[in-house]
């Protein structure tokens, strides 16, 4: 039988193209990989990790910040990086580790204003952490990022405690989305301030299974520092002796909240220093009704010499 001939070999340029192919898709992924400056990458394909910085910080009201996590210096960008949504605001980065340390006698829950500055010092952004439930005598300790910054932003290089609000745990505005045990969330916005007139609005959430009936004005106590009570303001029923370019008084009345609904009241003030000592009141105790349990909020009412703040009764919220 005769032997059947072998196939003719391919010749070997037939494979020439498919090899610039490769050799064209191996440049293009290279030339990606240094397309934009500062994108946490160096040559070679490592990425630098950031340095840490220990941070000698006498804080302030329990809370200092221990360290600072610093990126590497981004290199300047070249004519031949193009523009691209890599270009606007990016994650920093930056990161501070800090503690809190409770040396009152009850548990408490923090809410910290971290400030992060360039090299002159100048506050390039500020972020807000709440730590929550924080026993006498412990420590608990934490991260706060700086977060995305635009690219004209200054270099950060140091951060610091800017503010401190600490109240008791069992006073503390619960979180967004979480609802108390007694099925009512009762918070403070962070107000309106136009030509020494400050409004703070009061927020009463039923977030329970039950209708719940207010009627006429939060209950008050006005608190210092220190958590004492603060003399020598006078709180009025509405706000017409305050101003009335906030609007005419409601009407007191009974407000039923079914499940679900809202209601909100108000606190208005005059920030006007005149002759005296002016007053500052950084806590409000807050009860929706005789009765309620107290939620302490932080609207600082800075209340100049007026001695007086006005209550706006509550009222339903419209859907």
């Not at 439930?133 to 412990?138: H, L, S």
């Amino acid at each position: 039988m005769p032997r059947p001939d072998a196939l003719p070999a391919a010749p070997a340029r037939a494979s020439a193209p498919l090899l610039l192919v490769l050799a064209a898709i191996a440049l293009l992924l290279t030339a990606c990989g240094t397309e934009h400056a500062g994108a946490g990458g160096v040559a070679g394909g490592t990425t630098e990790q950031p340095s840490r910085t220990q941070v000698d910080d006498p804080g302030k009201g329990g809370v200092r910040i221990t360290s600072l996590a610093l990126p590497s210096p981004s290199p300047s960008p070249t004519r031949r990086h193009s523009v691209s949504a890599g270009s606007f605001a990016r994650d920093s980065g930056v990161v501070a580790s800090y503690e809190v340390t409770n040396e009152g006698a009850e548990s408490m829950t923090y809410s910290v204003v971290f400030t992060f500055m360039s090299d002159d010092g100048g506050a390039v952004t500020n972020q807000t952490a709440t730590v929550r439930d924080v026993a006498p005598g412990k420590t608990v300790r934490g991260t706060v990022r700086a977060g995305e910054l635009p690219p004209a932003a200054p270099r950060v290089t140091q951060a610091k405690v800017l503010e401190v609000a600490k109240v008791p745990a069992s006073e503390a505005a619960t979180e967004p989305g979480v609802c108390p045990s007694s099925g009512i969330r009762v918070s403070a916005d962070k107000g309106d301030a136009a030509m020494g007139l400050r409004v703070v609005g009061l927020h009463l959430d039923n977030c329970g299974t039950r209708d719940y009936t207010v009627e006429g004005y939060p209950l008050l106590e006005l608190l210092d520092d220190g958590l004492k009570p603060v003399d020598g303001v006078k709180i009025l029923d509405g706000s017409r002796e305050i101003t009335t370019s906030a609007g005419a008084d409601e009407q007191p009345r009974p407000v039923t909240l079914r499940p679900g609904e809202s209601a909100t009241a108000g606190l208005v003030w005059r920030s006007t220093a005149e002759s005296g000592t002016p007053v500052n009141v950084p806590y409000v105790r807050v009860r929706a009704k005789a009765g309620a349990d107290p939620v302490t909020v932080t609207p600082n009412l800075d209340l100049g010499t007026t001695g007086k703040l006005g209550v706006r009764p509550w009222k339903k919220t419209d859907r």
